[in-house]
T-cell receptor, first 113, second 112 residues
Framework: ETGVTQSPTHLIKTRGQQVTLRCSSQ?????VSWYQQALGQGPQFIFQ???????GRGNFPPRFSGLQFPNYSSELNVNALELDDSALYLC????????????FGPGTRLTVL | AQSVTQLDSHVSVSEGTPVLLRCNYS??????LFWYVQHPNKGLQLLLK??????LVKGINGFEAEFKKSETSFHLTKPSAHMSDAAEYFC??????????FGAGTRLTVKP
């Protein structure tokens, strides 16, 4: 059984640029959730995708967008990067049922200069 | 909306002594509660999960947590700390929707 994987591991961008982060869900899982973890804080929910449709969103602006593919892998896109977007971005997969355990990937460390 | 408060930002124990990490939650419904651990430069790993079954939940690596509805608490304990337990621990609440609310985390230090 393959766990959740994310790419790239690290990324450095400059303010105003756009970035795409990728996530492959655990085998058999049809739901992917994205979180932002700023330094010294707990993860904050960005949004969730279930069977290629957005299935809930946290308090993040529209420049944070996502996509889920038929194989249930997912992308997180962030436009017009700001310095405060510097964080660890975590992807988690689950079976999609409400309250199901989410399994996390190792994260992508994004630095915005 | 649900929320979580982890009462200690940092806990330090000696190897072989008990561990107690405290968590209080707020929820309008019967929540699911989780504890996750995050080692440096690693992803979050599930320690245990409560979903309205037994109030005492046993997890991996000797950890357990007790759900106390009257106190709205879900404290994490371990009888004997090991050096490898040093990490960041997160308490999480979910009301059965897709929004899992994380606490701010408790850093556990284990002294030899």
């Amino acid at each position: 059984e393959t766990g959740v994987t994310q790419s790239p591991t690290h990324l450095i961008k400059t303010r105003g640029q756009q970035v795409t982060l990728r996530c492959s869900s655990q085998s058999g899982h049809n739901t992917v959730s994205w979180y932002q973890q700023a330094l010294g804080q707990g993860p904050q929910f960005i949004f969730q995708y279930y069977r290629e449709e957005e299935n809930g969103r946290g308090n993040f602006p529209p420049r944070f967008s996502g996509l889920q593919f038929p194989n249930y892998s997912s992308e997180l896109n962030v436009n017009a990067l700001e310095l405060d977007d510097s964080a660890l971005y975590l992807c988690a997969s689950s079976l999609g049922r409400a309250g199901d355990t989410q399994y996390f990937g190792p994260g992508t460390r994004l630095t915005v200069l | 909306a649900q929320s979580v408060t982890q009462l200690d930002s940092h806990v330090s124990v000696s190897e072989g002594t008990p561990v107690l990490l405290r968590c209080n939650y707020s929820s309008s419904y019967s929540p699911s509660l989780f504890w996750y651990v995050q080692h440096p430069n690693k992803g979050l790993q599930l320690l245990l999960k409560y979903t309205s079954a037994a109030t005492l939940v046993k997890g991996i690596n000797g950890f357990e947590a007790e759900f106390k509805k009257s106190e709205t608490s879900f404290h994490l304990t371990k009888p004997s700390a090991h050096m490898s337990d040093a990490a960041e621990y997160f308490c999480v609440v979910s009301e059965g929707n897709n929004d899992m609310r994380f606490g701010a985390g408790t850093r556990l230090t284990v002294k030899p």
